[in-house]
């Protein structure tokens, strides 16, 4: 059975910086994919990065050069540290694997469809 448990969310001020963790079981976690994925406030579930099995990592426009994702698979664990945070960070923000990586939409970006398996979010909260 697979299980991703994310941990790390909280509230923090503009500016400031969170790590979220995820750790991943019931997998071959170092032949997997690991995402991240969020869900602002009234808005649906959007891609924000992606670490392939061989270590390569993908960001959505908005968060690249603010946030960074890296993976331990001696630990089955990614990583999301996120930092420069602003309010439109705000959401829960999810973790999730699949063993293949395909290719993403025209927009540059990952689906929920590309992924199978998901743990049950952490809420990041930006405000002052």
């Known amino acids: 059975q697979v299980q991703l448990v994310e941990s790390g969310g909280g509230a923090v001020q503009p500016g400031g910086s969170l790590r979220l963790s995820c750790v991943v079981s019931g997998v071959t976690f170092d032949l997997n994919a690991v995402a991240w994925f969020r869900q602002r406030p009234g808005k649906e579930r959007e891609f924000v990065s992606v670490?392939?099995?061989?270590?390569?990592?993908y960001y959505t426009n908005s968060v690249k050069g603010r946030f960074t994702i890296s993976r331990d698979n001696t630990k089955n664990t990614a990583w999301l540290a996120m930092n420069s945070l602003k309010p439109e960070d705000t959401g829960v923000y999810y973790c999730a694997t699949d063993q293949f990586l395909g290719s993403p939409a025209p927009s540059g970006d990952w689906s929920e469809r590309d992924f199978g398996s998901w743990g049950q979010g952490t809420q990041v909260i930006v405000s002052s």
């Open positions: 670490i392939a099995y061989n270590g390569m990592a």
